[in-house]
């Protein structure tokens, strides 16, 4: 047992009195019960892939790891029955022998199910709404141990509320997803002039199931990337080549490039030149969550925001040209989302575009990021519930129209604060 805890990027760390990782629902109750004879505050883990302070604390941190089983499967319905700590990864291969599959996923699948839904994590597609969209039912365990099941039926607010909480309400401790039959995508990534992208950007987003790019500051190409639904059979791509295209070139070859930047940062032009026309033309036909998904390695902090589509071209132009003035190697990564109606998701009520920096590990982020942040302020921007972001509750309430009606579930479900932290306290305020 140890006292620290320390998140995947390493830049975000806390020494809680305990670190418990429970492998029942009941364990969970009796950590509660004491951390409320103790009067400790209590927050929980998921796979630690936020950039930010969110589950910091020094009462008690609940690691869901152990509880990541499948507990029921309905191949008719396509509804599934899952322990809040299971990934994404482990959830999409077990599924998959039952014909079931997200219907989207992002290009990280290393987070819990619990962990990525209440931050509102997503992947891309004009039509397809965030990750926490495929929750059907959520099992939420209250300060006192009990458990209450929130569905559109059950508690529409609760549900509304708890689909993107930030761990605000209660510890979830499992979740009945509804996915989709399992299907084969075709990936293809290509490099595409960024004002090429942008001079018919409807049409990009709009005739691909799933569109995004990378683009670097100082490079007029950026990297596309379209995923689309084929009626083929999968086509596993050779142990070799993916070690090549996925580890090899964008992980450890991007990496050296990244320390180069950091150890001279005036080479950084010279280098997001060489990456964007580094990308050239690639095919994967598989299942949907091996084309999705890629290795991540490279140690890095992120900002990403949300703003409604219809500003999309020329907020990408302003990050873009904003971007040359800073030193960081690292990519602006683009990709839109269907809006949806959880009082705290991101794209909660409009078509949603999420731009995404990034600041290598070692380098200073904070001048770069809050540049970006009056950028994204400029759009009624939004920032996604896991990334760095410079906002607080004053900031945030205007920009959500269901922001009062959050804050009242929050009141029902967590009276005395048991949740929070500083970081719950400085974006949502403290419970009244």
């Given amino acids: 047992m140890t006292n620290s805890w320390v998140n995947w990027a390493g830049d975000q760390q806390c020494a809680p009195a305990t670190i418990a990782t429970p492998r029942t629902a009941d364990e969970v109750a009796e950590l509660l019960g004491r951390a409320g004879d103790a009067g400790q505050t209590v927050r929980v883990a998921g796979a630690g892939h ?7 604390t020094d009462g008690v941190l609940l690691d869901l790891r152990n509880l990541n089983r499948v507990l029921d499967v309905d191949a008719a319905t396509g509804r599934v029955r899952v322990e809040a700590g299971i990934t994404l990864n482990a959830a999409s291969n077990a599924l998959h022998e039952h014909g079931l599959a997200f219907p989207n996923l992002g290009d990280i699948d290393v987070q819990t199910v619990a962990g990525a839904t209440a931050t509102a994590t997503h992947g891309t597609g004009g039509a397809l709404q965030n990750l926490s969209a495929a929750l059907h039912s959520i099992e939420l365990m209250l300060a006192d141990g009990s458990r209450v099941e929130l569905n559109a039926e059950t508690d529409p607010e609760g549900w509304r509320a708890a689909r993107v909480s930030v761990g605000a309400l209660g510890v979830v401790t499992a979740a009945t997803l509804q996915l989709v039959p399992s299907f084969v995508l075709e990936g293809v ?8 992208i942008l001079a018919d950007l409807d049409s990009h987003i709009d005739t691909n199931d799933h569109f995004e790019f990378y683009m670097f500051a100082h490079s007029p190409v950026a990297m596309t990337k ?3 639904a084929v009626d083929l059979a999968e086509q596993p791509r050779g142990k070799a080549v993916d070690w090549f295209a996925d580890m090899l070139m964008s992980n450890y070859t991007f990496d050296a490039l990244c320390k180069l930047g950091r150890w001279q940062p005036r080479l950084v032009p010279l280098i997001h030149r060489g990456a964007a026309y580094a990308g050239s033309y690639r095919r994967q036909v598989d299942r949907s969550y091996r084309v999705f998904a890629s290795p991540r390695l490279i140690r890095f902090t992120e900002m990403e925001y949300a703003i409604p589509r219809e500003h999309s071209a020329a907020a990408i132009r302003e990050i873009k040209e904003l971007s040359t003035r800073f030193d960081t190697p690292m990519p602006i990564e683009v990709r839109w989302v269907a809006p949806d109606d959880a009082f705290l998701s991101p794209a909660t009520g409009r078509d949603t575009c999420y731009i995404a920096v990034h600041q290598y590990r070692g380098m200073a982020y904070e001048p770069y990021f809050r540049a970006c942040e009056a950028v994204f302020d400029k759009y009624n921007g939004r920032p996604h519930w896991g990334k760095r972001h410079f906002q607080t509750a004053d900031t945030l309430r ?8 959050f804050a009242e579930v929050r009141r029902r479900f967590d009276p005395k604060g048991r949740f929070s932290n500083g970081y719950l306290n400085r974006v949502l305020g403290p419970v009244d």
Avoid: C, I, M, Q
Avoid at 189 to 196: A, C, G, L, S
């Fill in 50 to 56: 936020s950039f930010t302070d969110a589950v910091l």
């Fill in 189 to 196: 990534e290509r490099p595409v002039p960024v004002e090429d």
């Fill in 226 to 228: 379209r995923n689309n």
């Fill in 398 to 405: 205007g920009r959500y129209p269901d922001w009062d009606r």
